[in-house]
C-alpha cells in the first residue's frame, strides 16, 4: 500500500484548503484512514479520521472547521480545512489501517502504512 498526500501550500489565515490522500496497492474501502499534524518542534497530532468508511472521528482541535470525505472509486480521502489559522501549519500526513478498531483511531500505533506528507502553511 502507497499513499501521498498531496494539496498543501500557503494559505492566509481564514482561509481554507483541501488535501487529498490517493492510496495505491492493496487497498480496500473499508480501510480506516487517519489524518495526522506536525507542527516544527511539536508531535505529532491527530487530525481526523474515517473508520472503515462508515464514521468520521473529529478532534476537538479541529472540530467545526474539517471535514473528512471519502471517494472510494478514486482510493481517495479528503481533509477540508476551513478558517485556517497559523496554529494549523504543519506537515500534514495521512495513514491507513485494515485492522483499526474505532476506539483507537486517534493512536499514530494503529496505522501500518503512512504517506510521505504534505505541508499547509497558514500565514497572518
Known amino acids: 500500500v502507497q499513499l501521498q498526500a498531496c494539496g498543501g501550500g500557503l494559505v492566509q489565515v481564514g482561509g481554507c484548503l483541501r488535501l487529498?490522500?490517493?492510496?495505491?496497492?492493496?487497498?480496500?474501502?473499508?480501510?480506516?484512514v487517519g489524518w495526522f499534524r506536525q507542527a516544527p518542534g511539536k508531535e505529532r497530532e491527530f487530525v481526523g479520521a474515517?473508520?472503515?468508511?462508515?464514521?468520521?472521528t473529529i478532534p476537538e482541535s479541529v472540530k467545526g472547521r474539517s471535514t473528512i470525505s471519502r471517494v472510494n472509486a478514486k482510493n481517495t480521502v479528503y481533509l477540508q480545512m476551513n478558517n485556517l489559522r497559523p496554529e494549523d501549519t504543519a506537515v500534514y500526513y495521512c495513514?491507513?489501517?485494515?485492522?483499526?478498531?474505532?476506539?483507537?483511531?486517534?493512536?499514530?500505533?494503529?496505522?501500518?502504512?503512512w504517506g510521505q506528507g504534505t505541508v499547509l502553511t497558514v500565514s497572518s
Open positions: 495513514a491507513t489501517s485494515s485492522s483499526a478498531i474505532r476506539s483507537k483511531v486517534a493512536s499514530q500505533t494503529a496505522y501500518a502504512y
Open positions: 487529498s490522500c490517493v492510496a495505491s496497492g492493496y487497498t480496500r474501502s473499508t480501510d480506516t
Open positions: 474515517n473508520f472503515r468508511g462508515q464514521y468520521t
